[in-house]
């Protein structure tokens, strides 16, 4: 009987090898493309990239990047070994390259906690909230030429949970919200000075969504629990649903106080399984269902479902995850708005688009690649709309902070 001969390696591994990348190429075929309500994006060019200086000052960890109501650029931040704070403002060169001018620079406090990295978890404006390794999370305010560390804001006598996300209600208000649908109301005007070692302090109000879809007073020796529920709030705005019934209760928030005034919107034929709101009188609401790879979401003008407009008119975008107005002297005067958008390359990668939507609902996509710009969509969300179609991003990362210039056109 002949025996059957075996393949040389040397023949099985290109053979293997081949097969394998045959695989991969038509992976990629089927699901190498971007979604459908990108149309044909365009791509955005970085013009500047580097490292963020103020005066000649690395950043270790930058915490304030806004436009303040005069209309100067302010940036602050923790110097590199985190000991010291850094504030300035940005000035433009020719072709809008940016530079930061220092105005002053003052001792930190953090580090006395005994804390060994800093992170932040959220930047808005005037207000930042910079979490230790320790779990403390401490609010900290850019008042022209200083930055002062005010209260470790926690939960009951704990710290909140690294998945909180902490949202600016309004000028005076900041709400904290976890995985367990438990929510914190704290009044920025009532925080104290920053003591190191201190216990946290508690929220104000504590709350959670009930199955019901509404607001009970929460207590802390019996923290009810819904991890169903939504909570969505940008400045001057705040909407939540328990999750379950697909029931919506939405609101306008006073400037100043905490006033809520409801808002009632025509009934949404596509459910309620996510929601999205922004004061650019942005509501969207996502239509996908858990197959699709990349999330597909309705954005619809505010203004035209709570005047129960029947044909309201809207454009799809894959998960959007952060909104900016366009650039204007005059706020009230803007001609559309910007749109952050996260999609699904090779079933598995993270991909951003630069979305420009006009006041007449027209859009246009562009593809982002830059490092700072990803990482800054992705997490931080330090991001600042320039005149001529540009943008300013930044980002922190272990190296420090840096940032980037891109012009989407």
Avoid at 381 to 407: C, F, K
Wanted: proline share 3%; net charge neutral.
């Amino acid at each position: 009987m002949n025996k059957v001969k075996k393949l040389p390696l040397l023949i099985k591994v290109p053979v293997f090898a081949a097969i394998f990348l045959s695989l991969v190429l038509g992976f990629v075929t089927v699901f190498e493309n971007l979604p459908e309500s990108a149309g044909t994006p365009r791509q955005c060019e970085v013009k500047y990239s580097g490292n963020l200086k103020i005066g000649d000052q690395k950043v270790g960890l930058l915490t304030h990047l806004y436009r303040n109501q005069e209309g100067q650029y302010m940036i602050a931040g923790l110097t590199e070994n985190r000991d010291g704070w850094l504030i300035g403002r940005m000035g433009f060169a020719a072709d809008y390259q940016p530079y930061w001018d220092l105005g002053a620079r003052h001792e930190s406090s953090l580090k006395n906690s005994g804390g060994k990295s800093f992170q932040v978890v959220a930047s808005s404006e005037d207000w930042a909230f910079v979490r230790s390794n320790l779990g403390q999370v401490v609010a900290v305010n850019l008042s022209k030429s200083k930055v002062v560390e005010k209260s470790n804001l926690g939960l009951c006598t704990g710290n909140w949970s690294e998945d909180v996300r902490v949202h600016r209600l309004n000028s005076n208000s900041v709400v904290f919200v976890n995985g367990k649908g438990q929510i914190g109301f704290y009044d920025l005007r009532r925080l104290a000075d920053y003591v190191p070692k201190g216990v946290g302090r508690s929220p104000d109000t504590l709350m959670v969504v009930d199955p019901d879809s509404k607001l009970s007073v929460g207590q802390c020796d019996k923290l009810a629990e819904n991890r169903n529920a939504r909570m969505k709030i940008d400045d001057g705005l705040m909407g939540f649903s328990s999750g379950m019934h697909g029931t919506l209760n939405l609101y306008k928030v006073a400037a100043d106080k905490i006033q809520l005034d409801p808002l009632s919107v025509s009934p949404l034929s596509d459910g309620l399984s996510d929601f999205v709101i922004s004061k650019e009188n942005v509501f969207g609401v996502k239509v996908s269902g858990w197959l699709d790879r990349t999330e597909k979401w309705k954005m619809y003008k505010l203004s035209d479902l709570t005047n129960y407009r029947a044909d309201a008119p809207f454009y799809m975008a894959a998960e959007p995850l952060a909104f900016r107005g366009d650039y204007s002297l005059d706020e009230t005067k803007k001609d559309g708005y910007w749109i952050a958008e996260r999609y699904k390359s090779y079933y598995f990668f993270d991909r951003f688009l630069l979305t420009h939507v006009t006041a007449e609902g027209t859009k246009q996509s562009y593809e982002v690649s830059d490092s700072f710009l990803t990482d800054s969509l992705a997490d931080q969300q330090m991001w600042v709309v320039l005149p001529d179609q540009r943008h300013l991003v930044a980002s922190n990362t272990n190296d420090g902070a840096g940032y980037s210039v891109i012009e989407c056109k």
